[in-house]
């Protein structure tokens, strides 16, 4: 079903959702209805149609959820016949939180300038995680790539008797300097 016919089934159906039996099954509202199915068909009194939900995509996600919905006209009952997952755009390309940190690592230990870290004073560094990590991940991404990063942090330089401070484990205190107090030449 295309042009006019489409747009004035979508209307009535939106008008009447709330009305029809398992109307508010799997979120669906009438209003969400228009301009947006996909699939539309009548076979008897039975209305199929197809529809993409936003709400993942909301949050970051690459996925959409379609669902298919039947609607009897003669009985006035809907259902929700079935779900899928559709990719909305590409996935971006792995990330390797372990390259970083060695990367990073090797940088903090010489002491080198990187824009992803800084040197305090009172000999703390402080690695500013929005530069490590890509943009424009998911949050599920976002805090799952941080994690990583975390770890892997974590397992290069606690063995080095750096002590890792701060909120989430991006701030990192060098282990004491073992000749502190000694005589200069001895």
Avoid: N
């Amino acid at each position: 079903m295309e042009g006019e016919a489409r747009t004035q089934v979508e209307h009535a159906l939106a008008s009447a959702w709330a009305e029809l039996e398992s109307g508010v099954v799997g979120g669906m509202e009438g209003r969400k209805i228009i301009g947006r199915t996909e699939e539309l068909r009548r076979d008897g009194p039975v209305l199929t149609f197809e529809i993409e939900r936003h709400g993942a995509k909301a949050l970051g996600s690459i996925y959409a959820e379609v669902q298919s919905w039947e609607v009897d006209l003669e009985t006035m009952v809907t259902s929700l016949v079935g779900t899928r997952g559709r990719q909305l755009r590409r996935a971006s390309p792995p990330w390797d939180a372990e390259e970083v940190a060695r990367d990073i690592v090797a940088k903090l230990i010489r002491r080198r300038k990187d824009p992803r870290l800084r040197y305090h004073a009172d000999g703390r560094l402080e690695v500013f995680i929005s530069e490590v990590t890509p943009p424009f991940a998911s949050k599920q991404t976002e805090v799952g790539r941080r994690s990583r990063f975390a770890e892997a942090m974590r397992s290069r330089l606690e063995p080095l008797g750096w002590i890792a401070g701060g909120r989430g484990g991006h701030t990192w205190t060098p282990p004491p300097d073992p000749l502190a107090g000694c005589p200069a030449g001895q």
